[in-house]
Antibody, heavy 121, light 111 residues
Framework: EVQLVESGGGLEQPGRSLRLSCTAS????????MTWVRQAPGKGLEWIGF??????????EYAASVKGRFTISRDDSKNIAYLQMNSLKSEDTAVYYC????????????WGKGTTVIVST | DIVVTQSPLSLSVTPGEPASISCRSN???????????LDWYLQKPGQSPQLLIY???NRASGVPDRFSGSGSGTDFTLKISRVDVEDVGVYYC????????FGQGTKVEIK
């Protein structure tokens, strides 16, 4: 079965760091561009950033709201993508989803179920 | 920055009737390669988003043909030809021309 599973969420204090993982199974994560999207309680979807697959340079892009604080990386040998979140703020409280997209003729688009991050004292 | 704006923000539809959601961008999403980089997603209650339409008008695999996307440049529309009860949720457009950005979402309910 093709799936993505996010992990690493939890309660963290403002100013601290947290690293989320997104583990792929049933497909080769290295073929996919990996995106992180979050959803604050009761709010809409917010695109955070993505990392291209290695054949497309493995480069990253970020939303202005997280640029400089968040870093997306990937370990294709482990089939895992990461979201490193530093200098956490209360407004980072959200459900964090990872998404994998493969464009090869048709599109394959896979979403995880999300992991919850709460930033609070 | 490219901003996409959806309307309406909520919609109440009778099953079997059509529905339409608009997504407007403050800059053109038409790439020089001829593709419009605009996706549509549906987030059903309690679920992750799912891709419905990509590149403005291409249905993703497994998406019922009652869903269609149209438009070019700055104006796009998602149409549901006959709404089904399972279509309830929040619909988002997302521009993918310059980084990415979601619209505010349109909540679709059944009358």
């Amino acid at each position: 079965e093709v799936q993505l599973v996010e992990s690493g969420g939890g309660l963290e204090q403002p100013g601290r760091s947290l690293r989320l993982s997104c583990t792929a199974s049933g497909f080769t994560l290295g073929d996919y561009a990996m995106t992180w999207v979050r959803q604050a309680p009761g709010k809409g979807l917010e695109w955070i950033g993505f990392i291209r697959s290695k054949p497309y340079g493995g480069t990253t892009e970020y939303a202005a709201s997280v640029k400089g604080r968040f870093t997306i990386s990937r370990d294709d040998s482990k089939n895992i993508a990461y979201l490193q979140m530093n200098s956490l703020k209360s407004e980072d409280t959200a459900v964090y989803y990872c998404n994998g997209r493969l464009v090869r003729g048709d599109i394959k688009d896979v979403w995880g179920k999300g992991t919850t991050v709460i930033v609070s004292t | 920055d490219i901003v996409v704006t959806q309307s309406p923000l909520s919609l109440s539809v009778t099953p079997g009737e059509p529905a339409s959601i608009s997504c407007r961008s403050n800059q053109s999403l038409l790439h020089s390669n001829g593709y419009n980089y605009l996706d549509w997603y549906l987030q059903k209650p309690g679920q992750s988003p799912q891709l419905l339409i990509y590149l403005g008008s291409n249905r993703a695999s497994g998406v019922p043909d009652r869903f269609s996307g149209s438009g070019s440049g700055t104006d796009f529309t998602l149409k549901i030809s006959r709404v089904d009860v399972e279509d309830v949720g929040v619909y988002y457009c997302m521009q993918a021309t310059q980084t990415r950005a979601f619209g505010q979402g349109t909540k679709v309910e059944i009358k």
